[in-house]
């Protein structure tokens, strides 16, 4: 519960600081708003091209192909798992995964016990949106020493906010620290060789990709190997832009 406090508050401080950032002259009016359909470009590409049509966007071929796995095995997860948020129950899916039964686990523990469930390999593709080179490279950047910094005393103003009891001030602290240490290990990695502009996040397996407009972000959790995952989404990048987008 604690971690999931910290996780809300830590993206509160995030999206704030992403909010207080530089902004170009055309997002002043209103930083934090959705780069509309009319706003785009004739030469850039309309996410709306691909709205409940994730599917053929990354196609099962291109899930099997980059994963190595047998596609007539894979089960499609291609539902709106937001859309008690975002439009209703009749809104497009905002992700689409393929997943397969490999025999890996993850070790859980539950009351003091340990147990190992069924852990499935998965290949997939989300948020994909419009927005400008500028507010994309924003959004997925590594934050400087001081920005951290900020984040953090915002982060333990709220936790204050929210714990306004004396005997809660413990609570508050320990959700500090743990927002803290996200802050710390939710730094992506720039990369570059593809696209106009990339960032890759170890910890959720997932890279997000900017290319004429359209951004995206590609998750392959196929191995415990991060660096692996890593490779993998940068080659299902590639597939995507030279199949799909060029």
């Known amino acids: ?3 999931l406090v ?3 508050l830590i993206t509160s401080s995030l999206l704030l600081l992403s909010c207080d950032s530089k902004s170009s ?3 002043t009016s209103n930083p934090g708003k959705a780069v509309s359909s009319a706003a785009i470009k004739p030469s850039q590409i309309d996410a709306a091209d691909f709205k409940g049509k994730l599917d053929e966007l990354l196609t099962v071929e291109m899930a099997a192909k980059v994963s190595g796995f047998d596609k007539s095995k894979a089960t499609k997860d291609y539902e709106n ?9 009749n809104a497009p899916p905002r992700e689409c995964n393929y997943l397969w039964t490999n025999g890996r686990t993850r070790s859980v523990t539950i009351g003091g016990k340990t ?13 994909v949106a419009n927005t400008t080179l500028e507010r994309f490279k924003r959004n997925y950047r590594r934050l400087s020493d001081e920005e951290k910094e900020a984040a953090g005393k915002k982060l333990e103003e709220q936790a204050n906010e929210k714990q ?5 001030t413990e609570i508050g602290r320990k959700v500090t620290d743990i927002g803290t240490g996200l802050i710390n290990n939710l730094q992506p990695e720039e990369i570059n060789g593809f696209g106009q502009a990339s960032a890759w996040y170890p910890n959720f397996n ?3 990709v900017f290319y004429h407009g359209l951004s995206f ?3 392959i959790d196929i191995t415990e190997d991060k660096s692996l995952n890593r490779e993998k989404c940068i080659e299902l990048a590639r597939m995507i832009i030279d199949e799909k987008l060029k």
């Not at 147990?115 to 948020?127: A, F, T």
């Open 115 to 127: 147990v190992n469930p069924p852990y499935l390999d998965k290949v997939g593709i989300n948020s």
């Open 206 to 208: 997932e890279l997000k």
């Open 1 to 3: 519960m604690k971690v």
């Open 81 to 89: 798992k937001t859309a008690g948020f975002l439009g209703g129950k």
């Open 6 to 8: 910290a996780f809300f």
């Open 164 to 168: 306004p009891k004396q005997t809660d």
């Open 217 to 219: 972000a590609l998750v």
């Open 25 to 27: 002259p055309s997002d």
